[in-house]
C-alpha cells in the first residue's frame, strides 16, 4: 500500500463529476441527512457537524469483501481522525449484526443499520433484487465541514479504502 499508489487513484477520479448527474446525492450539495441505530446507539449526521466526514456504504457484515472494507479504515482511522475526520459505515443488515460485526473487528466507528436501505437510497448506494432484497453497494462519500458532499467514490476497492480516502481528504484540504 503505497501513499503514492493510494494518491494516483484518488487523483484518478474526478471531482468534478464522481456521481452521475441523476443520482440523489450530488458532490457540492448538502449531504443527506441520517439518524438511525447503530453499533454505538444512535448515530446522527449532527454528530459530525463542522467536522469532514467519512461516510461508507458496504454489503453485507461478516462477508470476504466487506471484512477487508472495514479493516481498511479501521487501520487508517488514526490517519484519518489526524486529518481532521470522523469515520461512519452503513449497511442495511439490523444493527445487532452491526454491533457484533464492529464488536468483532474492535471498529472504533459507528455502523449505521439502515435495514430497509433508505440511507443508501438517498445517497444512491442501493442495489435491489427481486429475491434477495435491498442492499447498499459498496461506496463511500466525504462530507466537507460546511455538511456538503466533497467527493463520492462510486468504486472503491476495499482492501484500499482507508488509503484512498487519506489520499482524497489531503488533497481536498490542500494537503
Known amino acids: 500500500r503505497s501513499p503514492a499508489a493510494a494518491a494516483s487513484r484518488a487523483s484518478a477520479r474526478s471531482a468534478a463529476s464522481p456521481l452521475d448527474l441523476n443520482m440523489a446525492a450530488t458532490v457540492g450539495a448538502p449531504a443527506p441527512p441520517f439518524s438511525l441505530p447503530s453499533s454505538k446507539g444512535t448515530t446522527s ?22 471484512t477487508c472494507h472495514v479493516q481498511s479504515m479501521e487501520e487508517e482511522a488514526r490517519a484519518i481522525r489526524a486529518l481532521g475526520a470522523e469515520i461512519v459505515g452503513a449497511s442495511t443488515d439490523p444493527v445487532n449484526k452491526c454491533v457484533e460485526f464492529s464488536e468483532a473487528y474492535s471498529l472504533s466507528y459507528p455502523l449505521l443499520s439502515d435495514e430497509g436501505g433508505s440511507l443508501a437510497k438517498e ?48 488533497s481536498l484540504q490542500g494537503k
Open 123 to 170: 445517497y444512491d448506494s442501493a442495489i435491489s433484487l427481486p429475491i434477495v432484497g435491498t442492499f447498499a453497494n459498496r461506496k463511500t462519500f466525504i462530507i466537507n465541514p460546511k455538511g456538503e458532499l466533497a467527493y463520492a467514490f462510486d468504486k472503491v476497492n476495499a482492501k484500499e479504502a482507508g488509503p484512498d480516502v487519506i489520499a482524497q481528504l489531503k
Open 45 to 66: 449526521i449532527g454528530d459530525f457537524k463542522g467536522k469532514w466526514t467519512v461516510l461508507f456504504f458496504f454489503p453485507k457484515a461478516f462477508t470476504q469483501g466487506c
